[in-house]
């Protein structure tokens, strides 16, 4: 096994990060030596990573981030970097590693307090590995400081510093920032690859695993939860229920209630044992005392995490309500390769018979305009606009689609 196994259907962009992992650890090798570095090296301060959801940038990058601490006795000796198993790939892979730093948005934003220490440190040569590396998984959701703040280090980097940016494209990323970055773009793993990823790794049996990779269209992330989680199984098919039942006012108002409340309550899963275990991190950290009694001068720490955490779970609720839109555009795009005699295959067989009948029952039109609604919906909660809201706007219009 190597860092590499686990990006399904990326060959092409495993090739290229492995080699340029190989140049990097002979840059290393050579500075560490007092040698004249390479000539010629695949290694760049800057990458920026893209590609559909679930496809694996954040994946990718991590891998690429294990594979430059690699630190396995075999590279010494010609092997490649990035065997899974040492110190360095290990704690890379689990984000325990001193000098890989991960940001992620926390609310809808990555804000620029979140960026600033993250920023300082990207100067700094590494602890205890061979690169500083900088890891940002939702770039973006940077807003226009946060991103200044990441340009002006991508310009002017430390000598072992490297930048890993991770956007659905390249259009998503400040033009000042992509054109220091060299680009790799993933595309989506197949249906295929995805169920034999959750076999070999997961241990899912076969028909449960292509199950939910079918479910899920290739989306690596939501096919392992919709594999090994019941309840997110229940939700799904909740939400698949939902077409058949908005046939008045009254039931479209109901069901945007239940799809909004059933995001609640997964985002307030999510959270209550994350939450609890970083509160009781922080307080043991800074003193606390038997009873829970913080010491003085302590209480703006726990006030930022607090806040922190409730930007959180409000980014989680709508992004287990955007898990149910992309499945209702699934549901909706099925009844309209049913109504167009498609032979796209049918994501969602096990809701067949509603299928069926929406699309004897509806035309083509009328789905293509149910799916922009779904589509206007997202833009609406992308705008910030209140969940319940956006969602009442989304079922009136299946109804009357």
Known sequence: MTVWDD????????DQLAAAARDADALVTAAAADAPPPEASRMTHAWLFTGPPGAGRNQAARAFAAA??????????GGAPGCGFCDGCHTALIGTH???STIAAVGAMILVRDMRDTVRKS??????????????????????????????????????????????????????????????????????????????REGIEPDVAAAAARA?????DRARRLATDPAARERRAAVLKLPLRVE???SALKAAQELVDAAAEDAKQLAEQRDTKETDE????????????????????????????????????????????????????????????????????DAEDALERLARDNSPESTLRRIEAIDACRDALDRNVTPLLAVEAMTMALRAG
């Not at 430059?68 to 000796?77: G, N």
């Not at 590494?126 to 002006?152: F, M, T, Y």
């Not at 899920?216 to 690596?220: A, C, E, L, N, Y």
Request: glycine content about 6%.
């Open 216 to 220: 899920t269209q290739g989306h690596v």
């Open 68 to 77: 430059l601490q690699c630190v396995s006795p075999d590279r010494a000796l």
């Open 7 to 14: 990006l399904v259907g990326q060959q092409r962009v495993s």
């Open 98 to 100: 001193a000098d890989v």
């Open 282 to 349: 922080l307080k043991a950290a800074l003193g606390a005392v038997q009873g829970g009694r913080m010491p003085r001068g302590t209480a703006g720490v726990v006030k930022e995490l607090e806040d922190m955490q409730k930007r959180r779970r409000t980014r989680t609720q709508r992004d287990s309500l955007d898990v149910a839109l992309t499945d209702l555009t699934s549901f909706y795009r099925d009844v309209l390769a049913l109504q167009l005699g498609s032979r796209v295959a049918i994501a969602n067989a």
């Open 123 to 200: 100067f700094t040569a590494p602890a205890n590995g061979r690169w500083q590396v900088i890891l940002v998984e939702d770039a973006e959701r940077l807003n226009e400081s946060s991103a200044n703040a990441v340009l002006k280090a991508v310009e002017e980097p430390a000598p072992r510093t490297v930048w890993l940016l991770c956007a659905p494209s390249v259009e998503d990323v400040l033009p000042t920032i992509r054109s220091r970055c060299r680009h790799l773009n993933l595309s989506t793993p197949s249906v295929d690859a995805v169920a034999d990823l959750l076999v070999r």
């Open 248 to 250: 008045d006012i009254g």
